[in-house]
Nanobody, 128 residues
């Protein structure tokens, strides 16, 4: 079994920054062999893709809405993935989830169906 715990959420004013962390525990021996992603879900909306990072820690992909403001990174030695969020906007308000790719390999995906384990989420609220 795999457990994933996000942290770092909170309330911030528009234009501010937050750094989310996600630590994986349990069956993590292959953490470095899979892509890791971040998704978010705002009230009344469907869960949407935010960012993904390949197992090499170099290849990344972002949603257009966060490109240039958010940065995803990972530390395989710590079984962790991070999301640095700068210049936050009110529309970034949501619960943020980290997720583990369902298959090992170099491929990255923005589709939620491609992930098999999810964290419980951390709330990010951006005030105007």
């Amino acid at each position: 079994q795999v457990q994933m715990v996000e942290s770092g959420g909170g309330v911030v004013q528009a234009g501010g920054s937050l750094r989310l962390s996600c630590v994986t525990s349990g069956r993590t021996y292959n953490f470095g062999l899979r892509a890791m992603g971040w998704f978010r879900q705002a009230p009344g909306k469907e869960r949407e893709f935010v960012a993904v990072i390949a197992r090499n820690g170099v290849t990344t992909k972002y949603a257009d809405s966060v490109k240039g403001r958010f940065t995803i990174s990972r530390d395989n030695a710590k079984n962790s993935v991070y999301l640095q969020m700068n210049n936050l906007k009110t529309e970034d308000t949501a619960v943020y989830y980290c997720a583990r790719a369902g298959t090992m390999g170099p491929v990255i995906t923005s589709q939620a169906q491609g992930y098999d384990y999810w964290g419980q989420g951390t709330q990010v609220t951006v005030s105007s």
